[in-house]
């Protein structure tokens, strides 16, 4: 477990399930995850695929709650990913971070993603590590900011335009 002033950072279990799909729910929450389908086969799907990035590479997306707290209030963290459309987005480590509502606005995405990026260096050696960020999506864009993640691509997805951006502007470019 990881903690933070104010959050505890846990590795997923399975009880975790019901906690991350109840977070996820509100349409809200979802406006930025994509075509995200709100039922429960579809959440045990992500996060199996959560479980399986640990279980294969040794790190993953955390469960995040308040310190004390028993609900989950988000999902972030540094997860191995292939998205299929190159980029530098396939077979990469990519952060991600998902704060439900009732959470929102208090700075606790950042204040995780810190902590998540911290130990993925600790524990894996410092390396690119890429994200995407739909379009429209201004408080993630401003939470990699302070991250220190810059754009390098966009990529049609779906319809969707996003952006890929990696960390830090010494980053390793792609070829």
């Known amino acids: 477990m990881l903690t933070t002033a104010r959050l505890e950072l846990s590795q ?10 109840a977070m996820v729910a509100p349409e809200t929450v979802r406006r930025f995850l994509g075509n995200r389908p709100v039922d429960m086969a579809a959440e045990y799907a992500r996060f199996a695929r959560n479980a399986g990035s640990w279980a294969l590479y040794g790190y993953g ?9 028993a609900p989950i209030i988000g999902i ?17 480590p990519e952060i991600g971070w998902i704060i439900g509502e009732t959470a929102w606005g208090r700075g606790y995405a ?10 993925f260096d600790h ?7 890429a994200c995407m960020i739909e379009q429209d999506n201004t408080p993630s864009f401003a939470i990699a900011a302070r991250l220190g993640f810059v754009a390098y691509a966009q990529q049609d997805y ?7 951006l990696q960390r830090g502007e010494d980053a390793p470019k792609l070829v």
């Open 158 to 164: 779906g319809g969707r335009m996003l952006s890929l």
């Open 123 to 129: 524990m894996q050696g410092p390396r690119r590590i």
């Open 61 to 69: 997306s955390f469960m995040v709650r308040e310190r004390g707290s």
């Open 76 to 92: 972030c963290g540094v997860f191995h990913s292939w998205r299929g459309f190159d980029q530098g987005l396939d077979d990469t």
């Open 12 to 21: 997923p279990v399975a009880a975790d399930l019901a906690g991350v799909a």
């Open 110 to 119: 950042t204040e995780a993603a810190r902590a998540a990026l911290a130990w």
